[in-house]
């Protein structure tokens, strides 16, 4: 059974830092991603990672954000700094073996994690 656990989030003040985790289970991917959901909106690529080092940033993340992954834990994680309050979200682990050229678009992923609330505070 393939499984995708995510840890990390929590609530920090504007400025702040945030470690998130995503620890898959079951199978490997080629592509791990992060992503992300504010209320009333539609689900937001952040970060990807490739089992081969490649990585890719949503451009308002860009500078703030690192992932990296560690293929023999199956690990994810995305490192987030100078959190500000319209970073708060769901940000959900997304998991699958397509195309990279594809990694920003959700239909891609056949896996989801829960989600970890993160709320960035004023």
């Known amino acids: 059974q393939v499984q995708l656990v995510e840890s990390g989030g929590g609530l920090v003040q504007t400025g702040g830092s945030l470690r998130l985790s995503c620890a898959a289970s079951?199978?490997?991917?080629?592509?791990m991603t992060w992503f992300r959901q504010a209320p009333g909106q539609e689900r937001e690529f952040v970060a990807a990672?490739?089992?081969?080092?490649?990585?890719d940033y949503a451009v308002s993340m860009q500078g703030r954000v690192t992932i990296s992954r560690d293929n023999d834990r199956n690990t994810v994680y995305l490192q987030m700094n100078s959190l500000e309050a319209e970073d708060t979200g769901v940000y959900y682990c997304?998991?699958?073996?397509?195309?990279?050229?594809?990694?920003?678009?959700?239909?891609?992923?056949?896996?989801w994690g829960q989600g970890t609330q993160v709320t960035v505070s004023s």
């Open positions: 997304a998991a699958g073996s397509g195309a990279w050229a594809d990694r920003p678009n959700p239909h891609l992923y056949n896996y």
């Open positions: 079951g199978r490997t991917f080629n592509i």
């Open positions: 990672s490739h089992w081969t080092s490649l990585t």
